[in-house]
């Protein structure tokens, strides 16, 4: 993802998330932390072959932890794999980071995405009451510990 992608990605954004969406400068200043030799971001954006932003995907390394910030898969795609191929990416991406495990905090009434989460052997560890504003909405942590190690994935 670079910043001449922000345009399409937010529209995706505001589709997708559409009570908490990530600002411009949110965005901006997570692509400020990537491509540089001791950045702890990595984001990728899914390209369809006319040029469309279809999904996109972030993560945060630090200090041997990674966090995956977003991921996103336009409406249209979805079931079609690309979420599992995003995630991947970013296990790729944490498994180059050196990263021994993997968090991140899902909706807990996003089941479609906890679902995801799971085939990749994601497993729960607690909650973050009202995480998710507005709406006061609880957040599921998850974690996946070794990122480097190859599981199924359907
Ligand atoms: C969550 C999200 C990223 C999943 O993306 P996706 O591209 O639909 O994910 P996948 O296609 O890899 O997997 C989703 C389902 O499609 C199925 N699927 C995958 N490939 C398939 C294929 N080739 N044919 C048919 N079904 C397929 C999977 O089995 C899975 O089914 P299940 O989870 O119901 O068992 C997407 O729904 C999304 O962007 N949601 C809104 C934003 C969001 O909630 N992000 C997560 C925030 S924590």
């Not at 529209?11 to 200043?29: N, V, Y």
Request: charged share 25%; proline share 4%; glycine share 10%.
């Amino acid at each position: 993802m670079r910043w001449w992608d922000l345009d399409r990605v937010i529209g995706l954004e505001h589709d997708l998330f559409p009570d908490d969406a990530w600002s411009r400068g949110m965005f901006w200043s997570e692509l400020a932390d990537a491509r540089h030799p001791a950045a702890t971001r990595t984001y990728l954006v899914a390209e369809a072959t006319e040029g469309r932003i279809v999904g996109y995907a972030g993560l945060a390394a630090v200090a041997g932890t990674g966090d995956v910030q977003t991921i996103a898969v336009a409406r249209d795609h979805w079931g079609t794999g690309l979420g599992a191929r995003l995630l991947g990416a970013l296990l790729q991406a944490a498994t180059d980071a050196e990263c021994h495990e993997v968090l991140l905090e899902v909706r807990v009434d996003n089941p479609r995405a906890q679902r995801l989460y799971e085939r990749f052997g994601f497993e729960p560890i607690g909650f973050r009451k009202g995480y998710y504003q507005p709406g006061n909405v609880d957040a599921l942590v998850m974690r996946r510990a070794d990122p480097a190690q190859n599981i199924d994935n359907g």
